[in-house]
């Protein structure tokens, strides 16, 4: 495989916050009553060379995640500096990495904007929105330290981008929160639905967030955003931004659609026709499958029992990308949005079309609600680049078709 990437947990699923909807906390269970999830040196610097060799472009990213990765602390992070510049080989190293923010102070702003990070940062909106799931291990809010950690990246032009749950009661708050996250100097937004299978008791494995078809009875957890909700939630925030922010903001979701009206691939794995090539690695070497199947049966093997590169290019995990698109039912196969969706992640495709098929995506009736609203803007947009124009022209053409 030779274009591949790795969400990397250096600190596994250990973090300092308890926010409710978190699928990955649980993963701790998978690895028995271990003490200790500090990746080791060995671990980090084998890694960090076989994942430079294993690159056959010239740029080389790494994507550090969790968890809460700044448990490590500064200095491990200054040690992964040393070795990416011992193993580089002449490629361009870029780094990035998902923290809460509760943890930043101006010794990390020092590292951080020396080195050139790119630092997402979770939150979920203002602080009513957020607090509402995303507290502390005693159940204390954590908006305001979060704030703190974002004051101390702005205060050390540290790159920055905002990352947003989705989920049963923010889904209800669509400007609120994109207005919020433009008041705090957010240009980079991502939101991301929540959505997961809860189990009444957990399985061998002790994990009670299960992946589809799993052999037990499960049901959509409590705070699972819901379908039709997530597409209004969309295109309520779509709206605004057509008619006002267009190339002065920038939501993931937006771009990528674009990407998919212009006949091109799509760069977010969730819509991409395949996947498999966005890998998680876990603190001790171990590399699964994706960052959302963190499964025993996922579980490619260790990077320091066999080689990086083999582990992503296994028959198995080609099996697991193919089958996005070879497992869609007919129903998905012929939905005139489909080009846009390809059926998104295959974590959320536990339902049944109306002819009892398997593999129909949870959010379907939410991307059909919102793809279907955007179309024509799409469509006026990927014309303008087509003729080498500018795509904001899109804001006056909306603003006109609204009048």
């Not at 005139?336 to 398997?358: M, W, Y």
Request: proline share 5%; with cysteine; net charge neutral.
């Amino acid at each position: 495989m030779p274009n591949f990437q790795i969400m990397t947990k250096p600190m596994g699923p250990i973090c300092n916050l308890d926010c409710t909807y978190c699928y990955y906390l649980e993963k701790e269970n998978l690895y028995g009553e271990k003490k200790s999830f500090k990746m080791s040196e060995d671990v980090l610097e084998s890694y960090i060379r076989q994942y430079i060799e294993s690159q056959t472009s010239p740029t080389v990213s790494f994507a550090w995640q969790g968890g809460e990765p700044t448990l490590l602390g500064v200095p491990f992070f200054e040690r992964v500096i040393q070795l990416q510049a011992k193993y580089c080989g002449g490629k361009r190293i870029e780094n990035a990495f998902q923290t809460n923010g509760t943890l930043l102070d101006d010794e990390w702003g020092e590292f951080l904007h020396r080195n050139s990070f790119l630092i997402g940062i979770s939150i979920d909106g203002p602080a009513e929105i957020h607090d509402a799931y995303r507290v502390d291990k005693g159940g204390q809010p954590t908006h305001a330290r979060v704030l703190r950690g974002l004051d101390v990246l702005k205060r050390h032009k540290v790159e920055f981008n905002t990352l947003t749950v989705v989920n049963r009661k923010t889904a209800h708050e669509p400007l609120a929160i994109y207005r919020y996250l433009k008041s705090i100097d957010s240009r980079f937004l991502q939101f991301i639905p929540i959505v997961e299978e809860i189990a009444a008791e957990p399985d061998q494995s002790g994990l009670r967030l299960l992946k589809p078809y799993a052999p037990t009875q499960t049901t959509v957890s409590e705070w699972s955003v819901e379908p039709r909700q997530y597409g209004v939630f969309l295109q309520t925030i779509f709206d605004e931004w057509v008619r006002a922010d267009v190339g002065r903001i920038f939501v993931n979701l937006f771009d990528v659609a674009l990407e998919s009206w212009m006949g091109l691939e799509q760069s977010l794995c969730v819509f991409a026709k395949t996947c498999g090539s966005a890998l998680a690695m876990e603190h001790n070497g171990d590399l699964y499958s994706c960052d959302h199947f963190v499964y025993p049966d996922n579980k490619l093997g260790n990077i320091l029992e066999r080689p990086l590169a083999a582990l992503a290019g296994l028959p198995k995990q080609m099996k697991f990308g193919k089958a996005k698109d070879a497992a869609l039912p007919k129903a998905c196969v012929e939905c005139d949005v489909r080009f846009a969706c390809n059926g998104e992640c295959p974590k959320h495709r536990f339902l049944k079309t109306e002819t009892g098929e398997p593999g129909l995506n949870y959010l379907c009736a939410g991307y059909k609600h919102f793809f279907h609203h955007i179309d024509p803007y799409m469509q006026f947009m990927a014309n303008e680049l087509r003729q080498e124009r500018a795509p904001a022209n899109v804001m006056a053409w909306a603003r006109n078709r609204q009048v």
